[in-house]
């Protein structure tokens, strides 16, 4: 079983940055790819960022391309999610979530953590 926990949210004004934290434990791999999805009130949840095992590619949704950036720790079973000029509409419970590697296009994932919550004031 793999373990997965996020951490790192918060409130925050408009404009502002965040930085969401993400370790997987457990029966993991070194060559597990890792996402990030959000979910708002009444709304599915959907995708933000992935990052693949070897943190060498990525892939983001286009509502925080140029804002949002993912990354791998060092560690490879650690991810970030970098959020900047958050606006009131990121405001949402931002899931982490890994899996065997594949292409970063395929937003099927198999481990999933609590959330986190993320609210962007105006």
């Known amino acids: 079983q793999v373990h997965v926990v996020e951490s790192g949210g918060g409130l925050v004004q408009a404009g502002g940055s965040l930085r969401l934290s993400c370790a997987a434990s457990?029966?993991?791999?070194?060559?597990?790819?890792m996402g990030w999805f959000r979910q708002a009130p009444g709304k599915e949840r959907e995708f933000v960022a992935a990052?693949?095992?070897?943190?060498?590619?990525?892939h983001y949704a286009d509502s925080v391309k140029g804002r949002f950036t993912v990354s791998r720790g060092n560690g490879k079973n650690t991810a970030y999610l970098q959020m900047s000029s958050l606006r009131p509409e990121d405001t949402a419970v931002y899931y982490c979530?890994?899996?065997?590697?594949?292409?970063?296009?395929?937003?099927?994932?198999?481990?999933w953590g609590q959330g986190t919550q993320v609210t962007v004031s105006s």
């Open positions: 979530a890994s899996r065997a590697a594949r292409s970063l296009l395929i937003m099927i994932y198999d481990y």
């Open positions: 457990g029966r993991t791999s070194s060559t597990y790819d």
């Open positions: 990052v693949s095992w070897s943190g060498g590619i990525t």
